[in-house]
């Protein structure tokens, strides 16, 4: 998991991030990568905060840049420059304010609900298996006008962790949630080359074609996709049902649980359209 800087400039430049808006949860402790020292004095004069001394700026910047067996320069020592209030979870004990929490079973502390101006989602929650609790534990810890930043594969990465991530479930998680887009963008992140997994390829397009390598085929380009989204109202976190490719409506009893008894689970318009299926 690891950032550069330009992230957080951006939550500050955009006043989502500031010394009077400074607490933020960070989804697994990130490694900062190719820290310019002009990006960690702004970050630091952005929270009105003294200069840092030089020498320990420069000491962030050059291990900010990965060596073998060196550890690098982590989000949190940045943080430590300034009056931002830092804290992360993660499965693997970290760094200080790093609290171990496995997003596969573990909801969060009711003590830190509605408490975190911003939360970070970088590179992390595509490793984990129970995606209901990494975004249910996400809108929980954010305070109603707080944002969560999240940069994630969305294409690509054949061999990198479990989901790749679509505009259209962020589109629907934020009309679930009442969430405001601030910010939806995708970016190129290189490109995965599928006969060097050692993957078994169709040389057709179905299962009855003979195997072989994919030639021309073989390369995807790796995109990631950029989402900032502003929490607007307390309440409960809610997921939608994806039924475009529905060849009919649900069955009652699933509705059921968006409509009558799951209805604080599920965002109202799309109550609305569900209710309008039953009646016909």
Known sequence: ?????????????????????????????????????????????RQDCPPPDISVVERLVYFSHPRPEERT??????????NIRYEAIDVCPGLKNTHILDLNFDNLPRSARRTFDVVLNFGTTEHIF????????IHDALKVGGVA???????????HGYFCYTPLFFNDLARANGYEIKYLVVT???????????????????ILKPPGPLGENNRVPALNIHVIMRKTIDAPFRVGLEIATAHSA?????????????RTRIAPLLFERLSRIITG
């Open 149 to 159: 930043y999240h940069q994630l594969p969305a294409s690509g990465y054949m061999d």
């Open 250 to 262: 649900p069955d009652s009893r699933v509705l059921e649980r968006y409509t009558t008894a799951g």
């Open 1 to 45: 998991m690891g950032m550069n800087l330009d992230a957080i400039i951006y939550l500050q430049r955009s006043e989502f991030l500031s010394s009077a808006k400074n607490r933020v949860l960070d989804i697994g402790p990130q490694t900062i990568y190719n820290a310019r020292t002009d990006q960690i004095r702004e970050i630091v004069e």
């Open 130 to 137: 129970n995606q209901w609790r990494c975004f249910e534990l």
């Open 73 to 82: 320069t982590m989000l949190s020592e940045i943080a430590d420059l300034t």
């Open 188 to 206: 190129h992140a290189g490109e995965s080359r599928i006969d060097d997994l050692k993957i078994c390829s169709l040389a057709g397009e179905t």
